[in-house]
């Protein structure tokens, strides 16, 4: 009986909860994709091929961007293996 009478509450309650753990979980995977700094990096030689950056402010970047894919390889690999 009290479930009935919690219902109204529990339920909206829980959907948003849920919705946020959807949310939280499609950022997480997004986020962890390694093809979003590989893109970055396309772009970014490019952009020096095409003079818009200098060497310098390319290899900055370049570290930059290749570290963030370290730390997205080495979150995915604790991830697995948890």
Same mark, same amino acid.
């Given at each position: /009986? %009290?479930? #009935? %009478?919690?219902? !109204? =509450?529990k339920a909206p309650?829980?959907? =948003?909860?849920? =919705?946020? $753990? +959807?949310?939280?979980?499609?950022? *997480?995977?997004q986020? %962890?994709? !390694?093809a979003?700094? @590989?893109?970055? /990096?396309?772009? #970014?030689?490019k952009?020096? &091929?095409?003079g818009? =950056?200098?060497?310098a @402010?390319f290899e900055? +970047?370049?570290?930059a %961007?290749l570290? @963030? *894919?370290? +730390?997205? $390889?080495? &979150?995915? +690999?604790?991830?697995?293996g948890?």
């Amino acid at each position: /009986m %009290l479930g #009935l %009478l919690t219902l !109204p =509450i529990k339920a909206p309650v829980g959907g =948003i909860a849920w =919705i946020a $753990r +959807q949310v939280a979980e499609a950022a *997480l995977k997004q986020w %962890l994709d !390694p093809a979003r700094i @590989e893109a970055a /990096m396309l772009a #970014l030689e490019k952009r020096l &091929e095409a003079g818009e =950056i200098a060497e310098a @402010e390319f290899e900055a +970047q370049e570290a930059a %961007l290749l570290a @963030e *894919l370290r +730390q997205i $390889r080495a &979150e995915r +690999q604790a991830r697995e293996g948890a």
